[in-house]
């Protein structure tokens, strides 16, 4: 009995034994001093080695090579700033553009002495500000910009101070070549390529901010270009001869656009004072706002050609009509009159070209209230315009519109609506009837005017051609009427508000001309805010005197450039409609109008 308990417990005592004996003879072996028995095993621990330390050189070489963008990519990744495609002029002109640059990046957690690295990175990088580092170095964040676009001379002088924890990344930085030529235009993009007004934010709502969230990693050589409708060197003489006439007459603004009437396309604009997107800061400057979307203003004696248009195509008048305008125009405690006055019954012409407030009161109550606001509709004037531009604004309607509106607004006053809408409707005007809308993008006429409606007859369009053709010739329109371009305007000067009030000693001035009148194909609008008398002008402040003058020059020096040369005859038969139902030179006033 005892024996057979026993023996299960002395068979596993011995097993144990022998796996002791052979483990350390394992070891003795292993350890063992014969080289000759040792020499295999020193190559193969060797050869492991090597390898080892090879792995650990090659992922040393890779992270000192790679590890800056690494971490830059993963912790900023959602800040870098985006390609943006180039921005173009209509004859492949860069208007804007991105270049690569380096920034500056730190990774506050791997600062060791934080205030060492506010001093060295503030000495080589003066403008950044050494309090806002240092608290926000004094974070747990993982990544931190401390300063974008860097110049090659300050990334060399931060990478000489070798600070662990800063690194570089490089980025794309949006520039605008041309400074402040177009820059109402061209808006501009931030620091992480966002763009925040003009062509630069319409851009981003058409896909290319939804391609960058989505992760698309993209480049200027993948993003086709835009082209826009600018032309850069009309553009620029147009901001030439405006910021010289601005100065000339001291005004506090100006604007100048020039619109091609049959595709709708913005060749040149320039609102003064402007900014350069280059140093995006000064767009915030209230003062610098786009005057020809943004602003809405009463466009003066330049809607009188809306008002004589819309009473020529409803059949109330015709250009043999005679507008009794021989007493000034009284409605309830309210009096118009005119700046020129006759004292006379005049013809249709003769309101135009002597800019009479009440004739064109006397042709809107002929059309009646519902009539007039139902044209104006229909002109686009009474709703927003919309184009390429975000920055837009709705016009100023008057709330309760009554025949004494009628009668105002018929001649510039009490509708306050954008300039490039008023272009807009003066384009449809001359371009044989069709309202176009603008844009500030490439386009042909026929795809300009595949979706547009008639709004006028031609032979409208062609009667207000030539009562802005006849304006030029007697009219308060001579001072622009440049010799070979045959050019038909109006001008229009209206008593600015302030302080709800018309005040009589300020006036916002406008002039609109068409190039060439027989068959326009642009339209030019100058306007003027608070332009001062001069010597010269014998003290008037008057639209001819300020926004005509401009336009003149800016006729004279930018036709060539849109390859349109002055002629040295003049066309025989401009107006073939109106010829053939029988109107010529016998409409024309026996004498003209003055410089209004």
């Known amino acids: ?28 072996k292993l350890f063992a001093t014969d080289l000759t028995k040792s020499r295999t095993r020193i190559k193969l621990v060797a050869c492991v080695f090597i390898a080892m330390n090879g792995v650990i050189a090659g992922k040393l070489i890779y992270f000192g090579l790679h590890q800056e963008q690494s971490i830059g990519a993963k912790r900023g990744g959602d800040v870098i700033a985006a390609a943006r495609p180039d921005i ?24 060791i002495d934080k205030d060492e690295a506010v001093e060295l990175l503030t000495a080589v990088l003066p403008d950044v500000d050494a309090n806002d580092l240092r608290k926000r170095l004094g974070t747990r964040k993982g990544f931190i910009w401390v300063k974008r676009a860097v110049t090659p001379k300050q990334q060399q002088e931060v990478y000489r101070l070798g600070l662990p924890g800063v690194g570089f990344l490089p980025e794309n930085k949006r520039v605008y070549p041309n400074g402040p030529i177009a820059a109402h235009v061209l808006g501009f993009a931030n620091l992480d390529g966002v763009g925040i007004s ?8 058409q896909g290319l901010a939804d391609l960058h969230g989505a ?24 901001r030439d001869e405006l910021a010289k006439g601005v100065a000339k007459f001291k005004a506090k603004s100006g604007a100048a656009v020039i619109l091609d009437v049959n595709t709708g396309e913005v060749i040149a604009m320039a609102s003064l004072p402007d900014y350069d997107p280059n140093t995006p800061a000064d767009a915030l400057d209230p003062n610098h706002i786009n005057r020809v979307s943004v602003g ?49 019954m005049l013809t ?27 044209f104006l509709r229909k002109m686009g004037q009474l709703t927003r315009l919309h184009t390429e531009l975000p920055e837009t604004a709705d016009p100023l309607v008057p709330k309760n519109w009554g025949e004494l509106n009628t009668m105002t607004i018929a001649f510039g006053q009490g509708l306050n609506v954008s300039p490039l809408q008023a272009m807009m409707a003066v384009g449809a005007l001359s371009n044989g009837g069709i309202l176009v809308n603008p844009t500030f993008l ?57 302080h709800g009030h018309y005040a009589k000693d300020k006036v916002f001035t406008t002039f609109m001309a068409i190039m060439p009148a027989d068959k326009p194909k642009y339209l030019i609008l100058t ?25 003149g020059k800016i006729i004279e020096r930018v036709g060539p450039l849109l390859g349109i040369p002055p002629r040295f005859e003049l066309p025989t038969q401009p107006f073939p409609l109106l010829a053939k139902l029988g109107y010529g030179m016998a409409n024309i006033p026996q004498t003209g109008g003055r410089e209004h």
């Open 215 to 238: 992760g698309f990693s993209l480049t200027p050589e993948t993003l086709a270009p835009i082209t826009t409708s600018l032309d850069l060197k009309a553009t620029y003489a147009v």
């Open 88 to 111: 173009l002029d209509r004859n492949g002109e860069i208007l804007a553009t991105d270049i690569k640059v380096m920034s500056v990046f730190a990774e506050p957690r791997r600062i």
């Open 1 to 28: 009995m005892t024996d057979r308990f026993d023996s299960p417990g002395k068979d596993r005592a011995g097993a144990k034994a022998q796996r002791a004996h052979r483990l350390g003879a394992f070891f003795a």
């Open 527 to 551: 306007l003027m805010d608070e332009p001062q008398g001069l010597p010269e002008t014998g003290g008037y402040r008057t639209a001819a005197w300020n926004s005509g003058s401009v336009t």
């Open 348 to 374: 249709v012409p003769e309101v135009f070209t002597y800019s009479s407030n009440i004739g064109a009161a006397r042709l809107a109550l002929m059309v009646g209230v519902e009539g007039h606001k139902a």
């Open 198 to 205: 003009g062509l630069e934010k319409y851009i981003d709502g």
């Open 296 to 344: 809405v203003y009463e466009m003066g004696s330049t809607f009188k050609a809306i008002s004589i248009a819309m009473a020529l195509d409803l059949g109330k008048v015709n250009l043999n009509t005679r507008v009794d305008a021989r007493d000034s125009l009284r409605y309830g405690h309210f009096t118009i009159h005119d700046f020129h006055a006759q004292h006379r």
């Open 442 to 498: 490439k386009r042909n006429a026929e795809d300009a005017k595949r979706d547009a409606p008639r709004v006028v007859k031609p032979e409208t369009s062609e009667s207000l051609r030539y009562l802005m053709r006849l304006n030029a010739e007697i009219g308060s329109a001579k001072m622009a009427n440049v010799q070979g371009y045959f050019i038909g305007g109006k001008t229009g000067t209206a008593d600015k508000i302030v």
